[in-house]
């Protein structure tokens, strides 16, 4: 008796995907993963001759045709909750949805602590505060807590949303001596399955010294400015290096104004708890050009 029941279950779960399946047109992806304001083109394609088939959409939409292979397309997809398919006039209409996943990775990541400023008190607890501004859909959402490369928390959200929102997570902390507040960081990442970018994208509230140039030459004159300044979080220590330095220096600008600068090769180091990168700056005498 229960065996019966078990198979009469397995059955209509067969049935049931069955009749899903019977509108006989394939997508192809079957479900789009688009960044907002992006593009996307989505193939149906009919697997019987047929009398008509077309695409429903606010945005891309094709109107009914004979042929068996037709592309929803989209150049700058700004619609939230489209909601395309694809439809066919076979032995009677059938039609199969597209589910379309809108991404926006978020415009900032922000690490703060609650009502607090200045320097923490070892063995005192502080609040850390997460921002995430203006990201979507929060559904795949993942916001995750660091201590150098240690994970320590991690949230998602089960509200569900296709417009953007803010989230906001937190994390009580007890700094000890080995501490030093800067090591924290937030991370959020979109999770947008197989069908999404690879790897996931992620924003850090922390990011790792870059040089826009990994060169400058400049002609030798009274003025020279060695500008090493970078931005990065935790803010970089600097350290610079050349067979005319003699003396170890830990500005990020060096002038030539307090510094001997004689022409040839400076390289200075920009250095934080997550990489470093190095900038070579060329003096050239004036002669030479
Ligand atoms: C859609 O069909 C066109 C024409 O056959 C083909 O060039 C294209 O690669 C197809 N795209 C996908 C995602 O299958
Ligand atoms: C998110 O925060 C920004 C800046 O504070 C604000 O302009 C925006 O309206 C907020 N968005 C939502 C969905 O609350
Ligand atoms: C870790 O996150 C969960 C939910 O996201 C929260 O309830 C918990 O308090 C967090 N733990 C710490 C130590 O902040
Ligand atoms: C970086 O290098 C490019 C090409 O060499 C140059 O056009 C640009 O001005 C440089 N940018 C800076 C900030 O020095
Ligand atoms: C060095 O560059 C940074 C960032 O580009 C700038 O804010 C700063 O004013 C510059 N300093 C000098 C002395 O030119
Ligand atoms: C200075 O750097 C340039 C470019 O990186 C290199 O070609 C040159 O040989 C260096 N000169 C010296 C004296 O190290």
């Given at each position: 008796?229960v065996f019966?029941?078990?198979?009469k279950?397995f059955?209509?779960?067969l049935h049931?995907?069955?009749?899903?399946a019977e509108?006989?047109?394939?997508?192809n992806?079957?479900r789009?993963?688009v960044?907002?304001?992006?593009?996307v083109?989505?193939?149906?394609s009919?697997?019987?001759?047929?009398?008509?088939m077309g695409?429903?959409?606010?945005e891309?939409?094709?109107?009914?045709?004979r042929?068996?292979?037709i592309?929803?397309r989209?150049?700058?997809l700004i619609?939230?909750?489209?909601q395309?398919f694809c439809y066919?006039?076979?032995?009677?209409?059938c039609?199969?949805?597209?589910?379309?996943t809108?991404?926006?990775?978020?415009?900032?990541v922000s690490?703060?602590?609650?009502?607090?400023?200045?320097?923490?008190?070892?063995?005192?607890?502080?609040?850390?505060?997460?921002?995430?501004?203006?990201?979507?859909?929060?559904?795949?959402?993942?916001?995750?807590?660091?201590?150098?490369q240690?994970l320590l928390n991690?949230?998602t959200?089960i509200?569900?949303?296709k417009?953007?929102?803010?989230?906001t997570?937190?994390?009580?902390?007890r700094?000890?001596r080995a501490?030093?507040g800067?090591q924290?960081?937030?991370?959020?990442?979109?999770e947008?399955?197989?069908?999404g970018?690879q790897?996931?994208?992620?924003e850090?509230?922390?990011?790792?010294?870059?040089?826009?140039?990994?060169?400058?030459?400049?002609i030798?004159?009274?003025?020279?400015?060695?500008?090493?300044?970078?931005?990065?979080?935790?803010?970089p220590?600097y350290?610079?290096?050349?067979?005319?330095?003699?003396e170890?220096?830990s500005?990020?600008v060096?002038?030539a104004?307090?510094?001997?600068?004689?022409?040839g090769n400076?390289?200075?180091?920009?250095?934080?708890s997550?990489?470093s990168?190095?900038k070579?700056?060329?003096?050239?005498s004036?002669?030479?050009?």
């Amino acid at each position: 008796m229960v065996f019966y029941n078990i198979q009469k279950l397995f059955l209509s779960v067969l049935h049931a995907v069955g009749t899903q399946a019977e509108c006989p047109v394939q997508l192809n992806p079957q479900r789009a993963v688009v960044r907002y304001s992006g593009s996307v083109a989505v193939n149906c394609s009919a697997s019987v001759p047929h009398k008509g088939m077309g695409w429903e959409a606010s945005e891309g939409a094709v109107t009914m045709t004979r042929d068996s292979l037709i592309t929803w397309r989209v150049s700058n997809l700004i619609e939230w909750d489209i909601q395309p398919f694809c439809y066919i006039n076979h032995e009677k209409q059938c039609q199969v949805e597209l589910p379309v996943t809108i991404y926006k990775t978020p415009d900032s990541v922000s690490i703060s602590i609650v009502d607090h400023s200045g320097p923490m008190i070892e063995g005192k607890q502080y609040e850390l505060r997460c921002d995430v501004h203006n990201v979507a859909p929060v559904q795949d959402l993942t916001v995750k807590w660091y201590k150098g490369q240690t994970l320590l928390n991690q949230t998602t959200f089960i509200e569900n949303s296709k417009t953007p929102v803010n989230e906001t997570t937190t994390l009580l902390i007890r700094p000890d001596r080995a501490d030093d507040g800067a090591q924290y960081r937030c991370e959020a990442e979109l999770e947008l399955g197989a069908e999404g970018p690879q790897p996931p994208p992620k924003e850090t509230s922390g990011h790792k010294p870059k040089h826009f140039n990994s060169t400058e030459t400049i002609i030798k004159n009274d003025e020279v400015t060695l500008n090493c300044t970078v931005k990065a979080n935790p803010a970089p220590t600097y350290t610079w290096h050349s067979e005319h330095l003699k003396e170890e220096i830990s500005f990020s600008v060096l002038q030539a104004s307090t510094v001997l600068l004689s022409p040839g090769n400076y390289t200075c180091t920009a250095t934080n708890s997550l990489g470093s990168d190095s900038k070579v700056f060329i003096i050239k005498s004036e002669q030479t050009g």
